[in-house]
């Protein structure tokens, strides 16, 4: 059983751009979950979601974040016009189910020049 | 509102020597917590779990951690430290109702000299 896919694992945009990080959850997993990790600091929930619906994005930036998880396919982390202070690691992980342990991937290390 | 505290944000100890990491949380409600491991470029790996079963949980690579209600402490244990438990850890903090979210701590680095 493959455990939680991102890609890229690295990603360097310029100011302005748009970053799109992908997530593909563990098989038979129907939550995930985005966190950020900026440097010398812990991970910080951004946004939960299931199939076709955001649960709670509390965490998420008010501007220029977006995210979805449609019912084919990867869930999309999108940043649009990124700016330098978007640089860190981010992380997505898959649950089976609200209550049970959350399993990461390895992660997206977004680079803003 | 949940929060978590690890205190310090580097501990070293000498090969063999016990390691205790801190953790200490703050919740309105009965609370899940976890620790994780995080190698250099890499994601997290669940090391153990608390879900309001029995208090001493064990978990991956010889660790283990004692739930203290009383203390709302979660510290996590190891015996005798190997070279291979040189990582950065975790400790989280979850509600048991319908908020999944998890609330990490800023995270300790562990170094183990030979």
Redesign the interface.
């Known amino acids: 059983n493959a455990g ?1 896919m ?1 890609n890229p694992r690295h990603l360097v945009r310029r100011r302005g751009q748009e970053a799109r990080l992908r997530c593909s959850p563990m098989k038979g997993h129907s ?1 995930v ?1 985005w ?1 950020r990790q900026l440097p ?6 951004m946004v ?1 979601l299931q199939k076709e619906n955001i ?2 994005e ?2 998420m930036p008010k501007e220029r974040f977006s995210a979805e998880f449609p019912k084919e396919g990867p869930s999309i982390l999108r940043i649009q016009q990124v700016v330098r202070g978007d640089s860190a690691a981010y ?1 997505c ?1 898959s ?1 089976q189910d ?2 049970y ?7 997206t ?1 977004l680079t803003v020049t | 509102a949940q929060s978590v505290t690890q205190l310090g ?1 580097h501990v070293s100890v000498s090969e063999g020597a016990l390691v205790l990491l801190r953790c200490n949380y703050s919740s309105s409600v009965p609370p ?1 917590l ?1 620790w ?1 491991v995080q190698y250099p ?6 090391l153990l ?1 608390y879900t309001s079963a029995a208090t001493l949980v064990k978990g991956i690579n010889g660790f283990e951690a004692e739930f203290k209600k009383s203390e709302t402490s979660f510290h996590l244990t190891k015996p005798s430290a190997h070279m291979s438990d040189a990582a950065e850890y ?1 400790c989280a903090v979850k509600r ?1 109702g ?10 300790i680095t562990l170094s183990v000299r030979p």
């Not at chain 1, 342990?101 to 992660?107: I, L, S, T």
């Not at chain 2, 470029?41 to 669940?46: K, R, S, T």
């Open positions: 939680v991102q939550h979950y966190y010398e600091e812990g991970l910080k929930f939960y649960i709670d509390s965490g992380f992980a649950s609200r209550v342990e959350q399993y990461f991937g390895p992660g290390r | 944000s899940y976890f994780y470029n890499q994601g997290l790996q669940l779990k975790f048991t319908a908020n999944s979210k998890l609330t990490f701590g800023k995270g």
